[in-house]
T-cell receptor, first 115, second 113 residues
Framework: GENVEQHPSTLSVQEGDSAVIKCTYS??????FPWYKQELGKRPQLIID?????GEKKDQRIAVTLNKTAKHFSLHITETQPEDSAVYFCAAPHVSSTSYGKLTFGQGTILTVHP | NAGVTQTPKFQVLKTGQSMTLQCAQD?????MSWYRQDPGMGLRLIHY???????DQGEVPNGYNVSRSTTEDFPLRLLSAAPSQTSVYFC????????????FGPGTRLTVT
């Protein structure tokens, strides 16, 4: 099955700095890589995703990059703001005829942005 | 649409008690799943279902049962609660095909003493 490793487990930055979170995956057939943001006491919500046919995707201050050869992908947040403080999860799917996109999640990164 | 709903929001059980966590969605999604969230361990899949009458185990299924009699509902049963099952439980759903994006419910915080 898929194995997803996420680093770092905690990340502390000053407001305005950039933050980078990295994930590696094991299944070379995986073709979809989402990032979820979970604010304190809330449910995880999708913030950005990338498919394996592109190397980078941007949405305002967030971007995701994918290196299929090395089997890793990263979340980049620029010009961080206090409201970016949350837990971030990466995930990768099990790709098979019967899994229907079952996701394996990374361990999570607690991002703290200090004003 | 209410999306994915879960009840209760909080629950305290004593060791050995049983209970059912409820999950419902009104988006006609075929795929539904249950995760537990523990500090430092991310979201781990307990059970999932790809349609009414079809369920399968995830990576941490022991101690939990599920059934799927309708498209809308996917209850999670704890037959004999243990302190190791203290966690936050999330239900999620998505269309069976065409997208990988999962929609999460608000979660149930369960404490077993």
């Amino acid at each position: 099955g898929e194995n997803v490793e996420q680093h770092p487990s905690t990340l502390s930055v000053q407001e305005g700095d950039s933050a980078v979170i990295k994930c590696t995956y094991s299944d070379s057939a995986s073709n979809y890589f989402p990032w979820y943001k979970q604010e304190l006491g809330k449910r995880p919500q999708l913030i950005i995703d990338i498919r394996s046919n592109v190397g980078e995707k941007k949405d305002q201050r967030i971007a995701v990059t994918l290196n299929k050869t090395a089997k890793h992908f990263s979340l980049h947040i620029t010009e961080t703001q206090p409201e970016d403080s949350a837990v971030y999860f990466c995930a990768a799917p099990h790709v098979s005829s019967t899994s229907y996109g079952k996701l394996t999640f990374g361990q999570g990164t607690i991002l703290t942005v200090h004003p | 649409n209410a999306g994915v709903t879960q009840t209760p929001k909080f629950q305290v059980l004593k060791t050995g008690q049983s209970m059912t966590l409820q999950c419902a969605q009104d988006m006609n999604h075929e795929y539904m799943s249950w995760y537990r969230q523990d500090p430092g361990m991310g979201l781990r899949l307990i059970h999932y279902s790809v349609g009414a009458g079809i369920t399968d185990q995830g990576e941490v299924p022991n101690g939990y049962n599920v059934s799927r009699s309708t498209t809308e509902d996917f209850p999670l049963r704890l037959l004999s609660a243990a302190p190791s099952q203290t966690s936050v439980y999330f239900c999620a759903s998505k269309p069976r095909q065409g997208t990988y994006e999962q929609y999460f419910g608000p979660g149930t915080r369960l404490t077993v003493t």
